[in-house]
């Protein structure tokens, strides 16, 4: 009996471990595959991380204001690239402190006042050695639920831009405001002396009613030139372009300007090869041609030449020139010659009466049709204007 139990007990502990490694393997299956889930979840939730965190730096970095974050410590902890660019950050600054990282006392002054008070608004600050770049700062204190700091951030807006528009315009209205006012002040002097009694004297009085009508005509052409210039860069202008023949063009300019020419005892020349077409607008490119030989004749010398000129520059552009030999501009006046009501030399447009516009205007227009326009000046050997329209 022996041996059969012994083999019966051997059957059942086969059996038994059979079934024993038979639920091993399927819990170790099991196991396995939870595993394996688990390790999917957790794989996709660092993927869904990753990807919430990318998005969220797109975020910061799309913003045009720049960004920064300041952890519990004070330590930076994130910036976008609007913020590098603003102070022309190059290395990683995360982890140093904000005085370390941008060395400005005047944020680290904005900083104890946030810690002061939570918040602070329109806090203005200059950029030394950065092109007078100009920035409002935004800042707030970051709590927890319990009202403890967490740190602060900050955002930084550049007002640069703005501020040059401001200067700009109040330049504008101040500059609007002195070429008005000295025409009006003159009529109105010579208006008060014919009422007083001047107008009883005809030469007198028709010498003062000259007057009157020379800076009245002083006023129209301002106020012309002024809404010119305000529908050129507003783009109200709508131009016509059509084929424009440049000889022609320049030949009425320089029979328009041919008696003021001949006040001055100034030649002009009309150098422009035929069949130079360009596509224009033909009332613009004369204004353009007008206004370039009109200042020639008027700051040029006494007795001198006006030469208008024309060449293929590049297969795409005809490059128009109008050359004087009068006394040249300064220097340090070429780059500025196109801003409205500058004047190289002020007492001598004051005498001329010009409105401070022409060159503006020369510059919308040529830019309107696509070209580019610019100066070449040596002192006492004359002055060039340079224009490029583009050929039909």
Not at 73 to 80: A, D, G, I, S, T
Not at 195 to 217: C, S, W, Y
Not at 349 to 364: A, C, D, F, W
Request: charge should be negative; glycine fraction near 8%; include cysteine.
């Amino acid at each position: 009996m022996w041996p059969v139990l012994t083999i019966l007990a051997c059957l059942g502990f086969g059996a038994l471990h059979f079934w024993w490694k038979r639920r091993y393997d399927e819990a170790r299956e099991k196991l396995i595959d939870q595993t394996g889930q688990n390790a999917g979840l957790q794989e996709q939730q660092q993927h869904a991380l990753a990807r919430a965190q990318a998005q969220q730096l797109a975020l910061f970095n799309s913003m045009v204001e720049g960004v920064l974050l300041l952890d519990g410590n004070e330590r930076v902890q994130l910036v976008n690239q609007a913020l590098e660019q603003l102070f022309g950050l190059n290395g990683d600054i995360r982890g140093r402190t904000m005085m370390e990282a941008l060395r400005l006392h005047e944020l680290q002054e904005l900083a104890s006042r946030v810690r002061a008070e939570g918040q602070v608004l329109g806090f203005e600050l200059e950029l030394p050695g950065m092109d007078d770049r100009s920035l409002q700062i935004n800042a707030t204190a970051l709590l927890d639920r319990d009202g403890k700091p967490q740190g602060m951030i900050l955002v930084f807006h550049d007002l640069t831009r703005l501020k040059q528009l401001e200067n700009t315009r109040q330049e504008f209205v101040a500059n609007v405001s002195h070429e008005l006012r000295t025409p009006l002040s003159m009529i109105k002097g010579y208006v008060e002396t014919l009422i007083n009694g001047a107008k009883d004297d005809p030469n007198v009085a028709m010498r003062f009613l000259q007057t009157i009508e020379k800076h009245t005509d002083r006023l129209t052409y301002l106020i012309e030139d002024l809404l010119t210039i305000s529908r050129l860069e507003s783009g109200q202008i709508v131009m016509n372009l059509q084929q424009v023949e440049l000889r022609p063009a320049a030949e009425d300019v320089v029979n328009d300007l041919q008696s003021r020419a001949g006040d001055k005892r100034v030649h002009l020349e009309n150098q422009v090869p035929q069949n130079v077409t360009v596509r224009a607008d033909a009332d613009r490119v004369q204004q353009v041609l007008f206004n370039l030989v009109d200042n020639a004749i008027k700051y040029g010398r006494p007795e001198g030449r006006v030469w208008i000129s024309a060449r293929l520059a590049d297969g795409q552009f005809a490059e128009i020139s109008v050359r004087d030999n009068g006394p040249g501009i300064p220097p340090d006046s070429i780059d500025r010659v196109f801003e409205r009501f500058y004047r190289a030399d002020k007492a001598r447009s004051r005498e001329q009466g010009g409105t401070g516009l022409g060159l503006s205007i020369v510059k919308h227009i040529v830019q309107s049709h696509g070209g580019e326009v610019w100066v070449e000046s040596d002192l006492g050997q004359g002055t060039t204007f340079f224009f490029t329209l583009p050929l039909t």
